[in-house]
């Protein structure tokens, strides 16, 4: 069964890797937890850093696809704000251990990979960049703020949040992922009139 057996190898070492870390990781620790023997690995992936890559990777690409289509939506630039931030959080919400092994044992990688990974990183930030920008640019969020910083803070809030969130805790991902945005938005929101989006 190669499909099934590489799923579960996935699997496994993406629980080893968020548990213990990648470096406290042996390819020997994964077959073991897989029930195979290690030299059997190899016939269904490349090696540890292929694997940590390939978890990474998709991890990051999930939230892309996420919110690929809400940054350069119609509505303005508040409301992409929130959907954005429910989004994030509900790709948490889905994948909580991958996202902490995507957010944090990226930096083992060797240099060619985590380029790599620091681009789709840098997409993502881009993606909510282009929403404050505009939100700033049209006066639904306050002319003073720093769109970078303002971002920076924001995507610091979100990447923290598979560090406490439990799926099967008290609030939804939705009602947790509105709360911060409550809490994002009451900072960023001008009292001001906001101007007419230009159409693209």
Known sequence: ???ESAAKIYEVATRLFGDQSYPATSMRDISQAV??????LYSHISGKEALLLDIVESGITKYLEAIA???????????????AIRAHVRVVADNVEQT???FHQWKYLEESNRQRVIA?????QEMFSRIVKEGIETGVFEA?????????????MLNWVPEWFS?????????????????VLSGLLSPKPAKTRKTR
Not at 144 to 156: E, K, N, P, R
Not at 167 to 183: F, H, I, M, Q, W
């Open 1 to 3: 069964m190669p499909r």
């Open 35 to 40: 029930g195979i023997l290690p030299g059997s």
């Open 69 to 83: 289509p809400i940054a350069d939506g119609p509505e303005p630039a508040d409301v992409r704000l929130r959907s």
């Open 100 to 102: 902490l092994v995507a």
């Open 120 to 124: 789709l990183r840098n997409s993502y």
């Open 144 to 156: 003073s703020h720093d769109a970078t910083f303002c971002v920076l803070a924001i995507l610091g």
């Open 167 to 183: 799926p099967s805790g008290n609030r939804s991902a939705d009602e947790v992922a509105d709360a911060l945005a409550n809490v």
